[in-house]
């Protein structure tokens, strides 16, 4: 079973444009959220992530909101860049257990 | 170098062959882990180490996988009598202790199994 949820395989944005990726998750104790990048032929790069004692980190252009009650976080880049063009992962852990839950990915393209 | 290294970045085993995956991590990083990521896939783990104690492999899919790290530094992932299914890319992560602290990624290590 997918205990971390990517539903859009893939989404386009306009450049200077907000995009918004999802994730969602099913187990209750995950408690640390992390967003990764990757390039082709490049392992995952750490974007920013998230404590479950927050509901919203920003980092630059990069801002993720964390929805506990729903089981929902989403990643905000704005404003998009060609450069964001990649693919975005979603991944939750536990404390005290720290392996990574990853979703299946969401493949973001920037349209110049 | 500054990043995790891993070796090779690709390779061709014939099915039933024996493989070993490369990892060195950042220095001075406690945890080190292993995942396998499959085509169109999120990465999936394999196992983890706290310097050279192995504390969870509960990921490797079968007794014809074997990880260690001796030293508590650089660590290697065994593969024994490959076959098809095998074929994945093999991610090593470092981090500084584990415990909500982002990993860092090495490039992977892309298995063909023929």
């Known amino acids: 079973d997918q205990q971390v949820k990517q539903n859009s395989p893939s989404l386009s944005v306009q450049e200077g444009r907000i995009s918004i990726l999802n994730c969602d998750y099913t187990?209750?104790?995950?408690?640390?959220f992390l967003w990764y990048k990757k390039y082709p032929a490049e392992g995952p790069t750490f974007l920013i992530s998230i404590s479950s004692i927050k509901d919203k980190n920003e980092d630059g252009r990069f801002t993720v909101f964390l929805n506990k009650s729903a089981k929902h976080l989403s990643l905000h880049i704005v404003p998009s860049q060609p450069g964001d063009s990649a693919v975005y992962f979603c991944?939750?852990?536990?404390?005290?257990?720290?392996?990574?839950?990853f979703g299946t990915g969401t493949r973001l393209t920037i349209i110049p | 170098g500054a990043g995790v290294s891993q070796s090779p970045r690709y390779k061709v085993a014939k099915r039933g062959q024996d493989v070993a995956l490369r990892c060195d991590p950042i220095?001075?990083?406690?945890?080190l882990f292993w995942y396998q990521q499959a085509l169109g896939q999120g990465p999936e783990f394999l196992t983890y180490?706290?310097?050279?104690?192995?504390?969870?492999k509960s990921g490797l899919p079968s007794d014809r996988f074997f990880a260690e790290r001796p030293e508590g530094s650089v660590s290697t992932l065994k593969i024994q009598r490959t076959q098809q299914e095998d074929s994945a890319v093999y991610l090593c992560?470092?981090?500084?202790?584990?415990?909500?602290?982002?990993?860092?990624f090495g490039q992977g290590t892309r298995l063909t199994v023929v």
């Open positions: 180490f706290q310097n050279e104690a192995q504390l969870d």
């Open positions: 992560a470092s981090s500084i202790n584990g415990e909500n602290t982002e990993a860092f």
């Open positions: 220095s001075g990083h406690v945890s």
């Open positions: 187990n209750s104790m995950f408690d640390y």
């Open positions: 991944a939750a852990s536990t404390f005290g257990n720290e392996k990574l839950t």
